[in-house]
């Protein structure tokens, strides 16, 4: 099994302040999703890094690819209370299926104004 | 992006019974995917159905305690079976598309009393 983990658990701080939340492995993965999860809702697709060292920009958010394809972080600029959720990093689990995913624990991320 | 449609959004249910998850895609998908996620914690994947063919389940989970139908190409059902206060979590079903993304429903929470 693939470990991912992510880092750290739980992160508060206030409105404007930037934050970063990290996503590690051993292995390589082919790709890496990050997902934003609110209270009585499902998971929702952020973004997708397939390229090693690949940078993906999202209005405040910019995700981050390691060049060797185990690590990826995320970070906001000038975080908004929006931004508050748990945020998921996930890899697939086989070659032969994208949906297949494995996640990490979380990083449950709260923006007070 | 699918649009994901899950039935019931949440339940209460005495333990000993069992209680049968719906889920509903706006369009055609060979692969649908059920996770299970505990109080507090992240995305565990039971397992995958293919339609035609009896679902894939990963390790700890099993057919009798969580069986699934995929009776076509835009529904599936997840029962859990003589429900115990340990199954009490969110059951979300997900699919994938051909951009190597993932889409969850909005997941449906059970309580085992």
């Known amino acids: 099994t693939q470990l991912l983990e992510q880092s750290p658990q739980f992160l508060s701080i206030q409105e404007g302040e930037n934050l970063t939340v990290y996503c590690n492995s051993s292995s390589v993965f082919s790709s890496l999703q990050w997902y934003r999860q609110e209270p009585g809702e499902g998971p929702v697709l952020l973004v997708t890094?397939?390229?090693?060292?690949e940078v993906k920009k999202l209005k405040r958010l910019t995700f981050q690819f390691g060049d060797a394809r185990k690590d990826s972080s995320l970070h906001i600029t000038a975080a908004q209370p929006g931004d508050t959720g748990l945020y998921l990093c996930a890899g697939p689990m086989t070659t032969d299926s994208w949906g297949k995913l494995q996640f990490g624990a979380g990083t449950q991320v709260v923006v007070t104004p | 992006s699918a649009v994901i449609s899950q039935k019931p959004s949440r339940d209460i249910c005495q333990r000993g019974t069992s209680l049968t998850i719906q889920c509903q895609v706006d369009?055609?998908?060979?692969?649908m995917f059920w996770y299970r996620q505990q109080p507090g914690q992240s995305l565990t994947l039971i397992a995958t159905a293919n339609q035609g063919s009896e679902a894939t389940y990963e390790s700890g989970f099993v057919i009798d305690k969580f069986p699934i139908s995929r009776p076509n190409l835009t529904f599936s059902t997840l029962t859990v079976s003589n429900m115990s206060p340990e199954d009490s979590s969110i059951y979300l079903c997900?699919?994938?598309?051909?951009?190597?993304?993932?889409?969850f429903g909005q997941g449906t929470r059970l309580t085992v009393v």
């Open positions: 890094v397939v390229t090693g060292g």
């Open positions: 997900s699919v994938e598309n051909t951009y190597t993304e993932a889409f």
């Open positions: 369009s055609q998908v060979t692969m």
